[in-house]
């Protein structure tokens, strides 16, 4: 039962991605202390996490890991910028097979509760409660290219450049990598004169709602496939309610999310 569990969280497809990744394990220098356990293991461990939003004591045995030794070494896997990586070497299996469609991009966030911890504030849409707030940047299709964190108080708008920048150089089926939508959708909570100059100097074309002209709802053919992206990280439990007190843990699982989501998600897509 728990092999079945394991394939299901790891299937072998994914473990081929990320088995190269993974940093080597580096022994004490004085010595002593237990046998390593096997990285997939490990992994296998941390996707559990995510994936069911259990607290770090209850899985790893299930794997044939400690506690302990998931939880150590996802924080030393977050250090190495494992994640990154990770999602962008799936990005780059999909750039590779022509799976992505760089014709626009799609941005949007959303708000989750925070019980503690850095980039964190009062959520003005949950009674001034202590929140942090998801950033997403898909693809033409809601394919997630980069996200980000941030406090819950922190206006949508302000996260736009750094996602931008956030896109990996993924690979094309024929040509140089890419890294640059043609076009960028958002609503009109990321409107502004610097944000419009800033994309058309990237060579973007911008398609963001103007305040008090056009309606958001006019976006809603392509919105829905952002917000699709969301509710897909959503399905990772432990993003539901941010309990981890460091914000890079909580951005790491984020990450892993995305790349989860990008391995899973392409060959249900409806264009």
Not at 135 to 147: D, T
Not at 193 to 213: E, F
Request: charged share 25%; hydrophobic share 40%.
């Amino acid at each position: 039962m728990a092999v079945d569990l394991a394939r299901e969280l790891v299937p072998d497809g994914l473990w081929k991605v990320i088995a190269p990744l993974i940093p080597p394990f580096r022994p004490r220098k004085q010595g002593g202390g237990t046998a390593p356990v096997a990285d997939r293991k490990v992994f296998t461990a941390v996707v559990y996490v995510l994936t069911s939003g259990c607290a770090w004591r209850y899985p790893p045995p299930t794997f044939g890991t400690s506690s302990a030794t998931a939880h150590r070494r996802f924080t030393t896997w977050t250090k190495a910028g494992l994640w990154r990586r990770l999602h962008r070497a799936v990005l780059d299996e999909l750039g590779a097979r022509g799976e992505l469609d760089w014709t626009s991009a799609i941005i949007d966030a959303a708000s989750v509760r925070a019980k503690r911890g850095s980039l964190t504030g009062p959520n003005p849409v949950d009674r001034g409660k202590k929140g942090s707030k998801l950033h997403a940047l898909s693809e033409a299709q809601g394919i997630p290219l980069a996200v980000a964190v941030s406090g819950a108080n922190i206006h949508d708008s302000q996260a736009l450049k750094a996602l931008v920048r956030g896109i990996p150089a993924v690979r094309s089926r024929r040509g140089p990598r890419r890294r640059r939508p043609g076009k960028l959708r958002a609503d009109k909570a990321y409107f502004s004169a610097d944000h419009l100059t800033w994309l058309r100097g990237r060579g973007i074309v911008p398609r963001i709602a103007r305040p008090g002209i056009e309606s958001s709802e006019r976006l809603g053919r392509h919105r829905w496939k952002i917000e699709r992206s969301i509710a897909w990280l959503f399905g990772y439990r432990r993003l539901t309610v941010r309990y981890e007190r460091k914000s890079s843990n909580f951005l790491a699982f984020l990450g892993l999310a995305a790349a989860l989501s990008c391995y899973k998600k392409p060959a249900k897509l409806t264009t």
